[in-house]
């Protein structure tokens, strides 16, 4: 199959791009470095794509912002996967986001919407924290490094992208079975483990964010559910290999 990878170059999209290819599917990917702009459409063209796999994001904790580049973003993409005939529309989410439409999870809920109301035949993986979310979170205030109080159940990124061109063989299912890692964890004894393994100076202390978006993240309400498909892979070996 030609695949049309949107974000290919970040975390997980470039271990889709290696998996898809090395499963022999042709890899197009979907980037600004490639010349493509996802917001604007500019440079967008998937003429002779099966399947899109959207696993773009943007730097931000603003609800208004997140919501603007999802919506931006994913119009561009059915808009042309309309136009080209495109048959499938893989989007990546997080779980709980529908349940937290607090900052970046606000953009993640309204993808989620518009990819399942669109007219392209659609699946939605939604997946925990990826265990490089370990270090991203982090915010150094001279001597110590502060992260958010936050309940978790962190994945390989290398697992989702693997789940993800899976998927692509299976065709479209709407909302599949959420992903995530072996353990729930909690994100600063992470960060420390994360700190500790680089050799980085600085005391790595918890903070506890404030209103709905803080109580959700330290509440569990984005650990994932009975029914979700566990991986194997802690966060532990993960650091180790």
Known sequence: MRIAVAGGTGVVGKHIVRVATDA????LVLSRTNGVDLESGVGLNLAGVDVVVDVCG?????????REFFERTTSSLLRAEREAGVGHHIALSIVGAAGVPHGY?????LQERLVSSGEIPWTILRATQF???????ATRMGPLVVVPAIRSQPVSAADVAARLVGLVASGPVGNA?????PREERMVE???AWWKKTGAPGRVVEFPLPGGFGRALRDGAILPGPDAQLTTQTFAEWLRS
């Open 177 to 181: 079975r959420d992903l995530a890692g």
């Open 24 to 27: 022999g599917h042709e890899v």
């Open 105 to 109: 999870y606000a953009g993640k809920a």
């Open 131 to 137: 265990f490089d979310f370990a270090h991203q979170v």
């Open 190 to 192: 992470l960060t420390r």
């Open 58 to 66: 943007t730097s931000t904790t603003s609800a208004k912002r997140s």
